[in-house]
C-alpha cells in the first residue's frame, strides 16, 4: 500500500502520523495559534522531530459554523506558508486542506504533495479533474453540506452504510478520471451527531472492503470532550485512547494535533501486532 508524494514511493503499510498547522483565526482548537513565521516554523520543526509523515495546512477551517473565506483570502494565507516551510525543511510532505480547484492546484504548483478535500469533489466540480491533472494523492472526506450547515444534515438511517455507499460512488468518479492514490476519511464531527460518531468508529474496519488506505481526524474533537465532559484543550488523553482504537480496525492515518503522543500510539500497537 503506497502513494506517490512528489516522485517518491511511500508506504503506508505501518500507520503514519499527519501533523495539523492551522492557520486560521478561528479553528476551533488551535485557531490563531500559528500567525507568524517564526511560530509556524517552531511548530514544524517540532512536529517533524517528533515523528510526523505529513503536515496538513489548512487556511479555511472547516469547523461547525465556521465562517465563508472567500479564494483570494485563502490563496493569500497559504502560499507564503507553503513557502516558508519548504525553503526551511525542504523534504516535508505538505498536504493541503482545501476543497477548492484552483487553491489545490497553486499549492500543488509551489511544492505541496497532497490534497486533503473535506468535500471528496462535491464543492468544486473541477476538483477532480484538477487532481487528476497534477497526479497527486487525494484524501476525499465524506461530508454533507458545508461547514456552515453540516449539523443540520444528521438524518441517516444507518451512518456506516451510507458513508460507505458515498465512497463507493466518489472513487467512482476518481477513478473515472486517472486518479490513482486515494485515501479515504470517514468525516468525524461531519455532519454526524456524537452517536453516529462512535457507531462510525466502532465500526470503521468495515471501510477497508474499498481497499483504499483509511486516514482518521478525530484529535480533540468534541466527540471526545463532550463525551468526557471536558473542553478540547483537555482532551488529549481522550484522543490518544481512541487513536488506538483506530489503529487496531485498520486506520493507515492519524491526522492530529499531538504528534509526539500519536506516535508513541503507533509504537505501541505495532509492538503488540510485532
Known amino acids: ?87 526551511n525543511f525542504p523534504n516535508t510532505i505538505l498536504s493541503i486542506d482545501t476543497f477548492r480547484s484552483n487553491v489545490a492546484e497553486a499549492c500543488i504548483e509551489n511544492g505541496a504533495a497532497i490534497i486533503n478535500d473535506i468535500s471528496a469533489g462535491l464543492q468544486d466540480d473541477k476538483m477532480l479533474s484538477t487532481v487528476a491533472k497534477l497526479h497527486v494523492p487525494y484524501i476525499m472526506m465524506h461530508m454533507r453540506g458545508t461547514p456552515q450547515n453540516m449539523q443540520q444534515k444528521t438524518d441517516y438511517e444507518d451512518v456506516v452504510k451510507e458513508v460507505l455507499s458515498f465512497f463507493s460512488e466518489r472513487l467512482v468518479a476518481a477513478k473515472a478520471l486517472g486518479i490513482k492514490d486515494i485515501i479515504i476519511d470517514p468525516g468525524f464531527g461531519f455532519a454526524k451527531n456524537l452517536e453516529q460518531n462512535y457507531e462510525l468508529l466502532n465500526n470503521i474496519e468495515v471501510m477497508n472492503i474499498i481497499e483504499h488506505p483509511i486516514l482518521a481526524g478525530i484529535s480533540r474533537k468534541s466527540m471526545i470532550y463532550k463525551t468526557l465532559g471536558t473542553t478540547a484543550d483537555q482532551a488529549l488523553n481522550g484522543t490518544t485512547a481512541l487513536h488506538m482504537v483506530c489503529l487496531q480496525k485498520g486506520t493507515k492515518i492519524l491526522r492530529v494535533h499531538d504528534v509526539e503522543e500519536a506516535v508513541e500510539c503507533v509504537k505501541l500497537y505495532e509492538q503488540l501486532n510485532a
Open 1 to 87: 500500500m503506497t502513494i506517490n508524494c512528489n516522485g517518491k514511493l511511500l508506504s503506508l503499510d505501518q500507520p503514519k502520523v499527519m501533523g495539523i498547522l492551522n492557520i486560521t483565526p478561528d479553528s476551533f482548537f488551535d485557531g490563531g495559534k500559528y500567525k507568524d513565521e517564526k511560530s509556524i516554523l517552531n511548530q514544524v520543526k517540532k512536529m517533524l522531530n517528533e515523528g510526523a509523515t505529513f503536515i496538513d495546512i489548512g487556511a479555511y477551517s472547516s469547523r461547525p459554523g465556521a465562517l465563508e473565506v472567500d479564494e483570494a483570502t485563502e490563496l493569500k494565507r497559504i502560499e507564503p506558508i507553503i513557502n516558508l516551510i519548504l525553503k
